[in-house]
């Protein structure tokens, strides 16, 4: 216990303490300002968390750089972004009735009317509490959780076993993504097939590069990321203000005056559906590739069926908007439970974190973080320890400062951002664009960043047109070398068997969880349509 | 037998099947031309003491196989299933228009970009041929106004162009907003940030 207790206090002096002992408030500062730029991405129309994630890592890399050092201050303003954003993303969704992510949508439906009664300060106050106590609530499960499943992964999983895990990850992601898991696993893997693009791994040289010289070192991570990710994006809203515009479509703004005070009352009365949202929003945080959607949905309609009144909602209940936010912000702690605990993202925001964590300082995700080591200090060396897991908890308290500003700052913010839903998607997104682009050519130093990003844009636009989910795609990009990694290694270790993967009972269980998995969504997918 | 119009009889998704098609001829094309051709190593290769061990083409070579036969499962499905087709679905297919937009989205963007790359070094190349300076635009790199020239007219021309296709109109506020956008981008990846480079002077 003593050990555990000394790398804790290790972790959280890690965060405001330098190598050299000197008192460092840079990662502290980084949270805060990360959670203020979260909020008001959150509460602009057509940005969210992921978007605001992805235009500022390559700016943070040119500025702090990649080592060591770098890493907390870094980590520090995406755990910012990725929190701030969520409670801010009501702000539009309640004052405007313009959700700018699906399960915002479920907020409009009690947020709004409450505006319409002039209700909309107490809405914001609402959703704030709510999402506040949803994320932490989802922290502190990850705190207690993922050291505890990482051990328990590192004894249990071998190489055959973190393979075929993988294989159901993403089986598991194409399934609950997107209207067709077929399609999904078939994106997922075009994704694993570009990753190798420029990948080397014995003296032959670089891999399926085309013969073009330039892609000779890989295609670069980030932009092909934030390509998929962000200027797919940027394409679909651009050609869909085009339309509206044709189409001659406006919002309509109306004020009104209501009762705007928030207080203990009304804390008992969302305080229940609170609970059981922040539960749901956890248990489906820690299932890779699930999402907020599904959280905000399951966390809603259980909300209105354990009501004493459920015929109210949808027409302005503080339940409503209390439900749907606790449960799509306590997704977001426990969903770095697979991160921490196996290195596989769960969602958008974990894959920045994941990005991050490759590009800068020598942190290694996955269940080797975990290891209580013995610390041995050896004189005139040093001290042996377990840097990752220092780090780890150090991450650890940078998400609990995130949640203390959010609690003490983050209301009185979100609630005097009502002017951001003004900014059009026409201005926003060609700007958001040229940021994009200049950010990949900056990190990168090269157009063959841009031409990457670009090429990539054009591959999400078309998947999100045909309403096939991104969210395969990209898991399956950045998994790739891991699994290629795996299965090889596992390959090699069992003498050339190509079965290997189905001779450790895990692994077999995995794999034919995998195929029900596809199996049964498929079919489900198919009785849906008919 | 209820009678049903053409647009009201289940029948076969073709976005589906062409989908499934097109995946199919992409994993095929993997398999037999791209990784024979640009893998250099096998599939599985003996090392120096004679054991076998995966190659360079393994792991590529495993997943085309994957896809070749999700691809394959995909295509017979989408055969199979058949539901009454929505012809005012905006999702699920990709449309003329869509095509259209997105050509003239690259149009827009890849203009500007040609912009962004030749400015600098036509403008220097321009006054160096009039005589008003003596070096090239690779000396000038680290110079104003000319390492921002390229970066400035092009991504003003670029964003500019798009937002006037988005909105329908050119409007003032879309003009200083490009200007503020692009002069706080100078400002952090130009001024601020002394190891990285502005568009497109890391490509001289």
Same mark, same amino acid.
């Given at each position: 216990?003593?050990?555990?207790?000394?790398?804790?206090?290790?972790?959280?002096?890690?965060?405001?303490?330098?190598?050299?002992?000197?008192?460092?408030?840079?990662?502290?500062?980084?949270?805060?300002?990360?959670?203020?730029?979260?909020?008001?991405?959150?509460?602009?129309?057509?940005?969210?968390?992921?978007?605001?994630?992805?235009?500022?890592?390559?700016?943070?890399?040119?500025?702090?750089?990649?080592?060591?050092?770098?890493?907390?201050?870094?980590?520090?303003?995406?755990?910012?972004?990725?929190?701030?954003?969520?409670?801010?993303?009501?702000?539009?969704?309640?004052?405007?009735?313009?959700?700018?992510?699906?399960?915002?949508?479920?907020?409009?439906?009690?947020?709004?009317?409450?505006?319409?009664?002039?209700?909309?300060?107490?809405?914001?106050?609402?959703?704030?509490?709510?999402?506040?106590?949803?994320?932490?609530?989802?922290?502190?499960?990850?705190?207690?959780?993922?050291?505890?499943?990482?051990?328990?992964?590192?004894?249990? !999983?071998?190489?055959?076993?973190?393979?075929?895990?993988?294989?159901?990850?993403?089986?598991?992601?194409?399934?609950?993504?997107?209207?067709?898991?077929?399609?999904?696993?078939?994106?997922?893997?075009?994704?694993?097939?570009?990753?190798?693009?420029?990948?080397?791994?014995?003296?032959?040289?670089?891999?399926?590069?085309?013969?073009?010289?330039?892609?000779?070192?890989?295609?670069?991570?980030?932009?092909?990321?934030?390509?998929?990710?962000?200027?797919?994006?940027?394409?679909?809203?651009?050609?869909?203000?085009?339309?509206?515009?044709?189409?001659?479509?406006?919002?309509?703004?109306?004020?009104?005056?209501?009762?705007?005070?928030?207080?203990?009352?009304?804390?008992?009365?969302?305080?229940?559906?609170?609970?059981?949202?922040?539960?749901?929003?956890?248990?489906?945080?820690?299932?890779?590739?699930?999402?907020?959607?599904?959280?905000?949905?399951?966390?809603?309609?259980?909300?209105?069926?354990?009501?004493?009144?459920?015929?109210?909602?949808?027409?302005?209940?503080?339940?409503?908007?209390?439900?749907?936010?606790?449960?799509?912000?306590?997704?977001?702690?426990?969903?770095?439970?697979?991160?921490?605990?196996?290195?596989?993202?769960?969602?958008?925001?974990?894959?920045?974190?994941?990005?991050?964590?490759?590009?800068?300082?020598?942190?290694?995700?996955?269940?080797?973080?975990?290891?209580?080591?013995?610390?041995?200090?050896?004189?005139?060396?040093?001290?042996?320890?377990?840097?990752?897991?220092?780090?780890?908890?150090?991450?650890?308290?940078?998400?609990?400062?995130?949640? !203390?500003?959010?609690?003490?700052?983050?209301?009185?913010?979100?609630?005097?951002?009502?002017?951001?839903?003004?900014?059009?998607?026409?201005?926003?997104?060609?700007?958001?664009?040229?940021?994009?682009?200049?950010?990949?050519?900056?990190?990168?130093?090269?157009?063959?960043?841009?031409?990457?990003?670009?090429?990539?844009?054009?591959?999400?636009?078309?998947?999100?047109?045909?309403?096939?989910?991104?969210?395969?795609?990209?898991?399956?990009?950045?998994?790739?070398?891991?699994?290629?990694?795996?299965?090889?290694?596992?390959?090699?270790?069992?003498?050339?068997?190509?079965?290997?993967?189905?001779?450790?009972?895990?692994?077999?269980?995995?794999?034919? !969880?995998?195929?029900?998995?596809?199996?049964?969504?498929?079919?489900?997918?198919?009785?849906?349509?008919? | 037998?209820?009678?049903?119009?053409?647009?009201?009889?289940? *029948?076969?998704?073709?976005?589906?099947?062409?989908?499934?098609? *097109?995946?199919?001829?992409?994993?095929?094309?993997?398999?037999?031309?791209?990784?024979?051709?640009?893998?250099?190593?096998? *599939?599985?290769?003996?090392?120096?003491?004679?054991?076998?061990?995966?190659?360079?083409?393994?792991?590529?070579?495993?997943?085309?196989?994957?896809?070749?036969?999700?691809?394959?499962?995909? *295509?017979?499905?989408?055969?199979?299933?058949?539901?009454?087709?929505?012809?005012?679905?905006?999702?699920?297919?990709?449309?003329?228009?869509?095509?259209?937009?997105?050509?003239?989205?690259?149009?827009?963007?890849?203009?500007?970009?040609?912009?962004?790359?030749?400015?600098?070094?036509?403008?220097?190349?321009?006054?160096?041929?009039?005589?008003?300076?003596?070096?090239?635009?690779?000396?000038?790199?680290?110079?104003?106004?000319?390492?921002?020239?390229?970066?400035?007219?092009?991504?003003?021309?670029?964003?500019?162009?798009?937002?006037?296709?988005?909105?329908?109109?050119?409007?003032?506020?879309?003009?200083?907003?490009?200007?503020?956008?692009?002069?706080?981008?100078?400002?952090?990846?130009?001024?601020?940030?002394?190891?990285?480079?502005?568009?497109?002077?890391?490509?001289?």
């Amino acid at each position: 216990m003593d050990l555990v207790l000394d790398y804790i206090v290790r972790g959280v002096l890690e965060v405001f303490y330098t190598a050299d002992g000197n008192l460092d408030l840079l990662p502290m500062m980084m949270v805060f300002i990360g959670l203020v730029l979260g909020i008001v991405v959150g509460a602009t129309p057509g940005l969210n968390g992921p978007f605001a994630m992805a235009l500022s890592l390559p700016v943070l890399i040119s500025y702090f750089g990649v080592s060591d050092e770098a890493l907390l201050p870094i980590l520090g303003f995406l755990i910012g972004i990725m929190k701030g954003a969520t409670v801010g993303g009501a702000v539009p969704a309640i004052l405007f009735n313009t959700p700018g992510t699906p399960d915002a949508f479920l907020t409009t439906l009690d947020g709004y009317p409450m505006t319409q009664r002039g209700q909309g300060i107490k809405a914001l106050k609402i959703a704030h509490f709510s999402s506040a106590s949803g994320d932490t609530f989802s922290d502190i499960v990850l705190f207690l959780t993922a050291p505890v499943l990482a051990v328990m992964i590192e004894r249990v !999983l071998d190489l055959p076993e973190k393979s075929a895990l993988i294989i159901l990850s993403l089986s598991f992601m194409a399934a609950v993504a997107g209207n067709s898991p077929i399609k999904g696993l078939i994106v997922g893997l075009f994704g694993m097939l570009l990753a190798l693009i420029g990948t080397t791994l014995s003296g032959d040289g670089p891999r399926m590069t085309f013969g073009i010289v330039a892609l000779g070192n890989g295609l670069p991570l980030t932009s092909a990321v934030l390509g998929v990710l962000v200027i797919g994006e940027v394409f679909m809203g651009i050609e869909q203000s085009a339309r509206d515009r044709m189409a001659g479509i406006a919002a309509l703004i109306k004020p009104a005056e209501g009762d705007n005070s928030f207080g203990w009352k009304d804390i008992r009365e969302i305080f229940p559906r609170v609970c059981t949202s922040a539960l749901i929003g956890t248990m489906i945080g820690a299932l890779p590739g699930i999402g907020t959607t599904l959280a905000a949905t399951l966390g809603y309609d259980t909300a209105r069926r354990l009501s004493k009144h459920p015929e109210k909602f949808g027409t302005g209940v503080p339940e409503g908007v209390a439900a749907t936010e606790a449960a799509n912000s306590s997704v977001s702690g426990a969903n770095l439970i697979p991160v921490l605990s196996l290195g596989i993202p769960g969602n958008f925001a974990a894959v920045f974190l994941i990005l991050a964590v490759e590009s800068v300082g020598d942190f290694t995700l996955g269940p080797s973080v975990f290891r209580f080591t013995e610390i041995k200090e050896i004189p005139d060396y040093g001290t042996l320890i377990n840097k990752d897991l220092v780090v780890a908890f150090a991450l650890f308290t940078l998400m609990a400062l995130g949640n !203390l500003f959010n609690w003490t700052l983050g209301g009185w913010f979100l609630r005097s951002l009502g002017i951001m839903v003004r900014i059009p998607k026409t201005l926003m997104l060609p700007c958001v664009l040229l940021i994009t682009l200049t950010a990949v050519y900056a990190q990168d130093g090269g157009f063959v960043a841009i031409w990457v990003v670009l090429i990539f844009g054009g591959i999400g636009y078309i998947l999100r047109r045909l309403d096939i989910s991104i969210l395969p795609f990209v898991i399956g990009f950045i998994l790739s070398p891991k699994l290629e990694e795996l299965i090889r290694g596992g390959y090699s270790a069992s003498g050339g068997d190509p079965l290997f993967l189905l001779k450790s009972p895990l692994a077999l269980l995995f794999i034919v !969880l995998a195929i029900t998995i596809i199996t049964v969504s498929t079919r489900r997918a198919g009785k849906k349509k008919v | 037998m209820p009678n049903l119009t053409d647009h009201q009889r289940p *029948v076969p998704n073709p976005w589906n099947i062409g989908f499934g098609i *097109v995946a199919l001829a992409a994993a095929l094309l993997t398999l037999l031309v791209w990784i024979p051709f640009d893998i250099k190593g096998g *599939v599985i290769e003996a090392n120096v003491l004679g054991k076998l061990e995966p190659g360079d083409a393994f792991f590529p070579a495993l997943l085309a196989g994957a896809l070749v036969v999700l691809s394959l499962i995909q *295509v017979i499905s989408a055969v199979i299933d058949r539901t009454v087709p929505d012809p005012d679905a905006a999702s699920g297919k990709l449309t003329t228009d869509n095509l259209l937009f997105l050509c003239l989205f690259y149009a827009i963007v890849l203009i500007g970009l040609t912009v962004m790359y030749w400015l600098g070094p036509l403008t220097t190349e321009a006054l160096k041929a009039v005589g008003l300076i003596e070096l090239g635009y690779r000396q000038l790199l680290d110079t104003p106004p000319y390492k921002y020239i390229g970066y400035i007219v092009g991504g003003f021309g670029m964003t500019l162009g798009l937002i006037t296709w988005a909105e329908g109109v050119t409007r003032p506020r879309a003009i200083l907003t490009v200007v503020i956008v692009i002069s706080v981008s100078i400002l952090i990846f130009d001024i601020l940030l002394n190891n990285v480079l502005l568009p497109p002077n890391a490509d001289f």
